[in-house]
């Protein structure tokens, strides 16, 4: 069974900045895209940003300039570090996984963390 365990959320003041953190444990043979998204109260979740095997990156526009995401594929973790925090950056933060393989021929799955908090607020 794969799980994905995400840190680093918390309450900080605009302008601020948090790491979050994820990391994918099980039986793992491979993971091909890592990301991160967010939903705030009463809206939709929404990407944030994500990051092939390969380290191609992809944002979105209201955090580019901001955020960064990267992996360390040895542990299968994934990264956001998140500058000048904006009150409308408060969200639950999931991580997510896709083309998860357990051995070379398996079907790839995608995996969801269980979110973790982040406010901004002074």
């Known amino acids: 069974q794969v799980q994905l365990v995400e840190s680093g959320g918390g309450l900080v003041q605009p302008g601020g900045s948090l790491r979050l953190s994820c990391a994918a444990s099980?039986?793992?043979?491979?993971?091909?895209?890592m990301g991160w998204y967010r939903q705030a109260p009463g809206k939709q979740r929404e990407l944030v940003a994500t990051?092939?095997?390969?380290?191609?990156?992809n944002y979105a526009d209201s955090v580019k300039g901001r955020f960064t995401i990267s992996r360390d594929n040895t542990k299968n973790t994934v990264y956001l570090q998140m500058n000048s925090l904006k009150p409308e950056d408060t969200a639950v933060y999931y991580c997510?996984?896709?083309?998860?393989?357990?051995?070379?021929?398996?079907?790839?799955?995608?995996?969801w963390g269980q979110g973790t908090q982040v406010t901004v607020s002074s």
């Open positions: 997510n996984a896709v083309g998860v393989k357990v051995t070379a021929g398996s079907w790839g799955y995608t995996y």
């Open positions: 990051i092939t095997k390969s380290g191609s990156t």
């Open positions: 099980g039986s793992i043979f491979s993971i091909n895209g």
